[in-house]
């Protein structure tokens, strides 16, 4: 009984503890603040492939005209 | 006791009673809530737990259905518009979803899930299957996904879908984004003009050709299908995606006009040559059985749909927001066929049919049933919950939403070509907006049969096809004595015209030609700059 009673008392406080993030926008915050200026961060410095250099061989594949069809 | 009544029922929405003046709930700038609305007490349980609660669950159900969380982690570790776009998202409900209650917040939402859910499927087949996260490593997936893009209708592939996914290479990576955080799509548009591409062609191509500058795109199919809709603008995105593609790449074309049996014909043989194109790379042939059994599915929601549109239409009883409407509609009448735009209809039939028979008012306090008309900005989708919230700007139907008016006939294969071409002719941005003076004065009859009495005209600064009749539409908007406020953007680019400046031309319409006073106040003048 008292087993049950605990895991209720804490499926309740898990319950107001999501609802106090969910009221005070607290997953927006954390989201805004935190998240994106990291990923960010990481995004920017990451090493990318300079597309620029890669030749653009138009002859490379056939047509793909299929005048008979 | 008002203030018990208030917890209980939420704030009534105008001034005059009261106000539940929604925009004090914002931080300045960010956008973010100082806290979320208070909708009383059954609406606000309702969002947390059906809407905010659900949708996070959901969202990682979502991601372990269609792929797994490995999968996800590297795909959110390796490109930007997965990580600074779409974890967010709630967001992007909150924003389209303010202010709404009962009814009207039910279905709206479900159509958000909806969305969400056929994101995260996109999402995950195109992780699945790329070779960028896999140090070039082709597997099964790969060999069994194909990329279009974003402008080619999903359907094109039914024949295939027991077998293949197809995936569009832009609709996430580009379009989605711009809804659900505005920020993502400035460094593509800036990618493409660091090579030299000039900044006034449309900022669709330029943002979508951004994306291959910056290596950002999964690379995730053997082949790729690129098409030339919605104007000549995407023959250049194409030019450049096959220079960085550097694959077997089948160009389908349209002619710039349509209502023709020639270019009808024209059409119908070029499918046919595409998929002569998918045969030979795959070497499994077209299942047209498949295709039918497809089709079959897609018209039930078209059906539907219309459905939706005779509620919208004849009654003050439809739950769906404008936002809601719009993004939907586009959404799965351009991906094609999927299992949760059904589970939704089933969800939201019987919420508008219980509006119906209850005669609900489900916008209670519109003043002006409006048609929304040309392409709307992709960063400010949810201006018409403000605008609703505000003044009172009920947005009942908007361009986007009326391009597939049809369903696509299965008795024979000739006949199913033939309305597929048409299908496909008349995509996004090109039925009306470009395709030609009589089709985009549309609008006089759609008023009419929407019982519209007010118009907000986008005015896409950047795209030339509508700006070649900006003159046209003033000389009838006089004529007709129809009020209507031109609305200028620049598609996703939030950096040229600004929410702000947005949100202040409607204000100035309202006060100085229509003389009337905002609903709410407090959301007049608001600095969300910042925000997603």
């Known amino acids: 009984m008292k087993k049950i009673a605990k895991l209720l008392g804490m499926g309740v406080g898990a319950y107001a503890v999501l609802f106090a993030v969910f009221f005070f926008d607290l997953d927006g915050k954390f989201l805004f603040y935190v998240f994106e200026p990291f990923v960010k961060k990481h995004y920017d410095n990451m090493e990318r492939k300079d597309m620029t250099q890669m030749p653009y061989d138009m002859n490379k594949y056939p047509d793909y005209k299929y005048d008979e069809v | 006791m008002s203030m018990i009544k208030d917890f209980w029922y939420g704030k009534p929405h105008t001034a005059e009673e009261g106000g539940r003046r929604l925009g004090n709930n914002y931080e300045p700038k960010t956008g973010l809530y100082k806290h979320r609305e208070w909708r009383g007490v059954k609406d606000t349980f309702y969002y947390f737990n059906n809407i905010w609660l659900y949708n996070y669950i959901n969202l990682v159900m979502d991601v372990m259905k269609f792929g797994g969380l490995l999968s996800f982690v590297q795909g959110l570790w390796r490109y930007r518009w997965i990580g600074q776009t779409y974890v967010p ?303 009172g700007l009920n947005v009942i139907m908007n361009m986007d939403s009326l391009m597939f008016d049809m369903t696509i006939r299965t008795d024979s294969y000739e006949n199913c070509l033939e309305d597929c071409a048409t299908y496909h002719m008349w995509a996004p941005m090109r039925r009306m907006a470009v395709g030609g003076m009589h089709h985009i004065f549309e609008l006089w009859d759609y008023m009419e049969r929407f019982n519209c009495d007010f118009v907000m005209m986008y005015d896409q600064l950047q795209c030339k096809g509508m700006q070649g009749v900006h003159g046209l539409f003033e000389d009838e908007f006089r004529d007709r004595n129809i009020p209507a406020i031109w609305m200028p953007h620049a598609l996703p680019d939030s950096r040229t015209v600004s929410r702000a400046e947005i949100r202040r031309i409607v204000n100035d319409y309202m006060t100085t030609v229509m003389h009337e006073e905002p609903l709410d106040p407090s959301l007049l003048e608001l600095d969300d700059d910042m925000t997603w």
Not at chain 2, 252 to 264: E, I, K
């Open chain 2, 89 to 391: 998202v709630l967001h992007w409900f909150d924003r389209g979803l303010e202010g709404m209650r009962g009814e009207t917040l039910r279905a709206s939402a479900w159509h958000y899930r909806a969305m969400v859910s056929a994101s995260v499927y996109q999402i995950q087949t195109m992780f699945n299957a790329d070779t960028k996260i896999r140090g070039g490593k082709k597997n099964d997936d790969y060999y069994h996904t194909f990329a279009m893009k974003e402008t080619t209708w999903g359907g094109l592939f039914y024949g295939w879908s027991d077998k293949f996914k197809a995936v569009s290479m832009e609709m996430i990576p580009y379009f989605v984004t711009c809804h659900v955080n505005s920020h993502t799509v400035h460094n593509y548009i800036d990618a493409v003009q660091s090579i030299g591409l000039p900044g006034d062609p449309c900022p669709m191509c330029q943002a979508e050709s951004g994306l291959f500058v910056l290596d950002d795109l999964p690379d995730y199919s053997p082949l790729v299908i690129t098409c030339n809709e919605a104007c000549d603008g995407s023959i250049a995105t194409a030019i450049l995606q096959d220079w960085f593609i550097d694959k077997p790449l089948y160009a389908l074309q349209m002619p710039m006009q349509f209502d023709n049996d020639l270019a009808n014909a024209f059409v119908a043989k070029d499918i046919e040559k595409c998929w002569k194109f998918i045969e030979e790379q795959t070497g499994v042939p077209m299942n047209f059985d498949l295709m039918c059994e497809c089709i079959e599915r897609q018209n039930e929601i078209q059906k539907f749909e219309w459905e939706k549109w005779e509620v919208a239409a004849k009654t003050n009883n439809y739950p769906i927001n404008g936002v809601a409407q719009a993004l939907y509609r586009i959404y799965s009448s351009q991906f094609g066929d999927l299992p949760i735009w059904h589970e939704t209809d089933a969800k939201v039939r019987p919420i508008m049919e219980k509006c119906v028979s209850k005669n609900i008012n489900t916008f209670p306090n519109t003043r002006h049933r409006v048609i929304a008309w040309s392409c709307a900005p992709l960063y400010y989708s949810n201006w018409c919950t403000w605008a609703y919230n505000c003044w």
